[in-house]
């Protein structure tokens, strides 16, 4: 529906239509909203239930206005302009309908706004402010609801839900998993998964985009903070800790740094005042995981099985992948994500090195993605019956938990990370969409070749959009690789390569739209803007780079060496291979 939607808009471009809001005029596209043509105009009315990225509804009337000429008002997020309209945005009887709207889903709102996950982010908190509501004045009775845990990576409170459908169109529309949607009538309507089933036991891929939908505190992350400040205090305990690259630059936005303000070296010195003994960066484990998938995807060729080698190291995407398409399973590659293969390294050489004999280590993960959570409880996840990692923190804990111990990131001098580990890597691109891909490109093409890919022939591989394509060739050697991000274009993609309407040989997926940098775990509220922002800060890092290379990174060529040395040759390998329990058989040997 929303891509008919924005194509009937865009079908009709072109055709100016004058319109007449609050006295001044503006011009309107024909066809496109009453909302989007006022915003591009620099003016606005509030909204709950409209997100740009998805079809309009209305079901909140938050952003009705009146137009002359219309007996009732219209809610300018679905009402498209076909005509020349005036319109009054604030008039008496438009904010006294937004205010009865808003009156009406308070009233049956629990009240307990200063104990809530999202006190000060919640948009029905911030709209209620801007309408001046102080009191109740709509009596009703609050129904009691059980929240549900079952997941380890979200937690969804029916009492704070108010219906307006954002996690239900983002399910449906731009994760195609469908796993929440509206259920009972009149009184009785709720969002519920399919047969009222836990989250956990749901087909939902905890990609944690619905958390960034939601307006209240209905959907959040399963945190577990509690359980890490004590061990961060504990004489007794070693807390090591790795760090996602699109953490770095998404971080500042909530300490009111710029959109992409790289926090990388600052991040460090706050970490070692939190208590965290041992720092080191995802990156790490990406480069690792490329020399190893550069291996597979040459085997695969040399043996001639079939291609797209499809990349794995989107837990969100590996769990949709084999659930929703068991066909593409034997495409996967078979490593575990970077994540995973950083943990696999800390726990078995970082923490002897650096930690006291004696002292319980524990393995935490930040990280942008909410699917990670989950991803670290799965029984292939452990190293002697224990996990890789013990604890998963989204970029908002972080946040929290940096407010909650006093600090003040302005006040931090850059700091390195811990000797033997690479501060700097070209695998800092895995944060953003095709960013793996390119990476692995670089690899593929100089062991193929012999000589160095000129990251500028990718410069229109890095073109913002759902799906990006290119072909790198040298005589006759020719390597077709491709990066979609968005599960709903992932399925309409691989049915494209199922016809045979298109060809590649590596497939990057990343199930968050853009990958990471939009992670269900990052600030809430962001824009196009704000992500491209983050994106364009990951580029920056690696044009920058001295090191854009997985196997020009000595230090991850060393660690894989040594790595597989100490633990005994295919004994140390299979640590790096996804567990073929993990979520079920895998097409590679492991």
Same mark, same amino acid.
């Given at each position: 529906?929303?891509?008919?939607?924005?194509?009937?808009?865009?079908?009709?471009?072109?055709?100016g239509?004058?319109?007449?809001?609050?006295g001044?005029?503006?011009?309107?596209?024909?066809?496109?909203?009453?909302?989007t043509?006022i915003r591009?105009n620099?003016?606005?009315?509030?909204?709950?239930c409209?997100?740009e990225e998805?079809s309009p509804?209305?079901?909140c009337?938050?952003?009705?206005?009146?137009?002359?000429?219309?007996e009732?008002?219209?809610?300018a997020?679905?009402?498209?302009v076909e005509?020349?309209?005036?319109?009054r945005t604030?008039s008496p009887?438009v904010?006294?309908?937004?205010k009865t709207n808003?009156e009406?889903?308070l009233?049956?709102?629990?009240?307990d706004?200063?104990?809530?996950?999202r006190?000060?982010?919640?948009e029905?908190?911030?709209?209620a402010?801007?309408?001046n509501?102080?009191?109740?004045?709509?009596?009703s009775?609050?129904?009691?609801?059980?929240t549900?845990r079952?997941s380890?990576?979200i937690?969804?409170d029916?009492?704070?839900?108010?219906l307006?459908?954002?996690?239900v169109?983002?399910c449906?529309?731009?994760?195609?998993?469908?796993?929440?949607?509206?259920?009972g009538?009149g009184?009785?309507l709720r969002?519920?998964?399919?047969l009222?089933?836990s989250?956990?036991?749901?087909n939902?891929?905890?990609c944690?985009q619905c958390?960034n939908?939601c307006p209240?505190?209905?959907?959040?992350?399963?945190?577990?903070?509690?359980e890490l400040?004590?061990?961060?205090?504990d004489?007794k305990?070693?807390?090591?800790?790795?760090v996602a690259?699109?953490v770095a630059?998404?971080l500042?936005?909530?300490f009111g740094f710029r959109?992409?303000?790289?926090?990388?070296?600052v991040l460090?010195?706050?970490?070692?005042?939190l208590?965290?003994?041992f720092?080191t960066g995802?990156?790490?484990?990406?480069?690792?995981?490329v020399?190893g998938?550069?291996?597979?995807?040459?085997?695969?060729?040399?043996?001639?099985k079939?291609?797209?080698?499809?990349t794995?190291?989107c837990p969100?995407?590996?769990q949709?992948?084999?659930?929703n398409l068991?066909?593409w399973?034997?495409?996967?590659s078979?490593?575990?994500?970077?994540a995973?293969?950083?943990?696999v390294?800390?726990?078995?050489?970082f923490?002897g090195?650096?930690?006291?004999?004696g002292?319980n280590i524990?393995?935490?993960?930040v990280?942008?993605c909410t699917?990670?959570?989950?991803?670290?409880?799965?029984?292939?996840?452990?190293l002697?019956?224990?996990?890789?990692i013990?604890?998963?923190?989204?970029?908002?804990?972080?946040?929290?938990?940096?407010?909650?111990?006093?600090?003040?990131p302005?006040?931090?001098r850059?700091?390195?990370g811990?000797?033997?580990?690479p501060?700097?890597?070209? !695998?800092? /691109?895995t944060?953003?969409?095709? $960013? %793996?891909?390119e @990476?692995?490109?670089?690899?593929?093409y100089f062991?193929?070749? &012999?000589?160095?890919l000129?990251p500028?022939?990718?410069?229109?591989?890095?073109?913002?959009r759902s799906f990006r394509?290119?072909?790198?060739e040298?005589?006759?050697?020719?390597?077709k690789?491709g990066?979609?991000?968005?599960?709903s274009n992932?399925? !309409?993609? /691989?049915?494209?390569?199922r016809? $045979? %309407?298109?060809? @590649?040989?590596?497939?990057?997926?990343?199930a968050?739209?853009? &990958?990471?940098?939009?992670g269900g775990?990052?600030?809430?509220?962001?824009t196009?803007?704000l992500?491209?922002?983050?994106?364009?800060?990951i580029?920056d890092?690696d044009?920058?780079a001295?090191?854009?290379?997985?196997?020009?990174?000595?230090?991850?060529c060393? /660690?894989r060496?040594?790595?597989?040395?100490?633990?005994?040759?295919?004994?140390g390998?299979?640590?790096l291979l996804?567990?073929?329990?993990?979520?079920?058989r895998?097409?590679h040997?492991?």
């Open positions: 529906m929303c891509a008919n939607f924005q194509r009937s808009i865009t079908n009709n471009r072109g055709m239509i004058r319109l007449e809001v609050n001044r005029e503006i011009m309107a596209e024909k066809g496109e909203t009453i909302l043509a591009r620099g003016m606005d009315v509030p909204t709950i409209n997100l998805l509804t209305g079901a009337r938050m952003c009705v206005v009146e137009v002359e000429g219309r009732n008002l219209v809610t997020c679905s009402f498209p005509e020349k309209l005036t319109i604030h009887r904010l006294h309908a937004r808003l009406l889903l009233s049956s709102h629990p009240d706004c200063l104990y809530c996950e006190n000060r982010m919640c029905l908190q911030s709209l402010e801007e309408l509501i102080r009191q109740r004045r709509i009596p009775k609050i129904r009691s609801y059980r549900d079952s380890p990576a937690a969804r029916p009492a704070k839900c108010i307006c459908g954002r996690c169109r983002v449906e529309e731009i994760m195609a998993t469908s796993t929440l949607d509206f259920a009538r009184n009785e969002i519920s998964t399919s009222g089933m989250l956990d036991d749901s939902c891929t905890s944690g958390l939908a209240t505190a209905a959907l959040v992350e399963n945190t577990r903070i509690n400040e004590p061990l961060l205090h004489p305990t070693f807390v090591m800790v790795q690259p699109q630059v998404s500042g936005e909530m959109p992409g303000a790289d926090m990388g070296s460090n010195a706050l970490l070692r005042r208590g965290f003994g720092i995802t990156a790490l484990g990406a480069d690792l995981m020399l998938q550069t291996e597979i995807f040459r085997e695969m060729r040399l043996k001639e079939q291609l797209p080698l499809v794995s190291s969100a995407w590996l949709y992948c084999e659930t068991p066909e399973v034997p495409h996967l078979p490593l575990r994500s970077p995973q293969i950083t943990g390294l800390m726990k078995t050489r923490a090195q650096a930690a006291d004999a002292k524990v393995s935490v993960l990280t942008s699917a990670a959570k989950k991803e670290a409880v799965q029984t292939g996840n452990t002697s019956g224990k996990p890789i013990d604890l998963v923190l989204t970029t908002r804990e972080l946040a929290r938990l940096i407010r909650t111990s006093g600090l003040d302005e006040k931090f850059s700091e390195e811990e000797p033997g580990t501060d700097e890597s070209a !695998a800092r /691109l944060a953003v969409a095709g $960013g %793996e891909a @990476l692995a490109a670089r690899t593929i062991r193929e070749t &012999g000589q160095e000129d500028s022939r990718l410069q229109r591989f890095r073109i913002q394509e290119a072909t790198l040298k005589g006759k050697y020719s390597l690789i990066a979609v991000s968005g599960l992932v399925v !309409a993609l /691989l049915d494209e390569i016809r $045979g %309407e298109k060809q @590649l040989d590596l497939l990057e997926v990343m968050c739209p853009e &990958g990471c940098v939009n775990g990052q600030p809430l509220g962001a196009g803007n992500v491209r922002a983050r994106t364009r800060a580029y890092q044009n920058s001295g090191i854009r290379t997985a196997h020009g990174n000595r230090v991850a060393g /660690l060496g040594e790595f597989l040395e100490k633990q005994g040759g295919e004994t390998l299979h640590l996804r567990s073929n329990n993990l979520y079920g895998t097409g040997e492991a």
